[in-house]
Each structure stands twice: as C-alpha cells, then as structure tokens.
C-alpha cells in the first residue's frame, strides 16, 4: 500500500496544523478578527462531518471500491498510469461537480455553508455542510465503482489533494510572482481567493481545487489584479456563522445577494 488512511489523516492534521501556525505569524489579511472563535466554530463543524463521514460514508467508499467489475480491473494498465488517470479521473468529476454545486439550486444550498465565512483561512478548507459530504461521496461512488478506482490510489490523491486545499484556503501568500508559477499546474492561494470572494461573477470562477487546467479548459479562469482587495463571504449570510447556523442554514430560506 501506498499510503494508510492513518498515515493521510495523519499527515492532513500536520498539514492543517502547520498552515494555521504559518497564517498566525505571517497572515495575509492582517484584518482577521476573533481567530480563536473563527477557528473552534469551524473545528466544531468539521468534526460533527468527520464523525458523520466514518460511520456513514466510509464503509460505502471502502465498499465501491471493493466491488469485482470495473475498467480497471479489466485492463492491465500497470500501477503508474493507473494511478495517473485515477487521480485525473476523480479531480474532474470534482471540478465538475463543485460547478454543480454553484449552478444547481439546491446544491448551492449545501455549498453556500463553505462560501459564508467571512474570514478565510486554513479551516474554511475543510469547512463544509454535511449534505454535501453525503452527496459528493454518493456520486464519487458511483465513479470508484465503474473504473474499480483502488483504495490505496484515492487515498494518495486526498492526501494531495486536500493537502493543497488547506494551502490555497490559508490566510497566507507566497507572492504574486511564485503564485502564477504554481497555478500554471495546481489551483493557488491567489487563484482561490477569487472564488471566494462576494462579488458573484468572482465566486463563479476557479472551480478547481487541485489541478487548475479544468478551469482553463471549462473557461472559468479569472485572476484579480489585486487579491488583497477581496472580501469574503456572502452577502447576506454574514451572521451564520456558528455551528448551529451552518446546519441549518441550507433549510432555511435568506436572502442573499
């Protein structure tokens, strides 16, 4: 094996952990207010998601990619090029379903849980309502399943891919310069803010969270010539912030704009 699913969530948390010490020392936004209480409701989240996520939704993906048919396990590819479109098959259907998720009325209502923080950072990352866990895992199924995806191959590309996910949500920068450099290839922290911003044309843009060639190809592309200019969030769900407000929020009918 690869990697074990400890070893990923282990190096997730160090991850996690790292960013949120770098984005304390050397914060990109220095306007950040009430850190602390941003980062425990955030943490509150993430942890009801990831106990929701082992009881439920683990045994059904361990359970996908398990099953006897599929085109991998008809074709030989050998171990490398499996790997490669197996990452590359799986960060698609991603980038296609987060434009779903903005497109789709009622998935926007799941997704807009992650878009309402008004203070981005390393924790927004993970920061997501817990139907869209059950949703997105339902539907990556299905792939696993058709393509007899391999446990120890999705395992390596969440540990890389939610690694960078961490990064590009991090109140950090690494200038403007090493960040056209790098989202040549993967989605920046530049790149991101963008997507997160409350100007709506600027949130539909920059889908992807991993390799940024599907947002050039789709033509959701969009930079900014300032990203410090940025303001977070969504108007209208300024207040929805705490625990009990991001559950409920997709139930409940606010205007936003």
């Excluded at 969530?9 to 991850?15: E, G, N, Q, R």
């Excluded at 490669?84 to 789709?104: A, E, I, M, S």
């Excluded at 109140?171 to 997507?195: C, Q, W």
């Excluded at 599907?214 to 300024?238: A, M, Q, S």
Aim: charged share 20%.
């Amino acid at each position: 094996m690869l990697i074990s699913k400890f070893e990923k969530d282990a190096l997730l948390i160090s991850v996690l952990v790292l960013l949120f010490v770098l984005e304390c020392l050397f914060p990109y936004f220095d306007t950040f207010k009430n850190k602390t209480r941003h980062t425990m409701r955030n943490l509150g989240l993430i942890v009801f998601n990831a106990i929701v996520v082992s009881v439920m939704l683990t045994p059904l993906v361990v359970w996908s990619v398990n099953l006897s048919w599929g085109v991998f396990n008809r074709w030989d590819l050998g171990w490398m090029l499996e790997l490669g479109l197996t990452v590359l098959l799986v960060d698609f259907l991603t980038y296609v379903l987060h434009v779903l998720y903005h497109k789709v009325p009622l998935m926007w209502r799941l997704h807009r849980v992650h878009h309402s923080d008004v203070a981005m950072g390393v924790t927004t990352g993970a920061r997501f309502h817990v139907g869209e866990h059950i949703l997105s895992t339902l539907v990556k199924c299905g792939l696993y399943a058709c393509f007899a995806v391999k446990l120890e191959y999705l395992l390596v590309y969440e540990a890389v891919f939610i690694s960078n996910v961490f990064f590009h949500h991090a109140n950090i920068s690494m200038g403007e310069s090493l960040d056209r450099i790098y989202r040549i290839f993967l989605t920046s922290p530049n790149m991101h803010k963008v997507h997160h911003s409350d100007i709506k044309a600027e949130t539909d843009s920059n889908y992807t969270s991993l390799f940024s060639v599907w947002d050039r190809i789709g033509g959701t592309f969009r930079t900014v010539d300032n990203p410090k200019g940025i303001v977070f969030g969504i108007k209208g769900l300024e207040e929805e912030q705490t625990v009990v407000r991001m559950l409920t929020t997709p139930f409940r009918d606010i205007e936003t704009k």
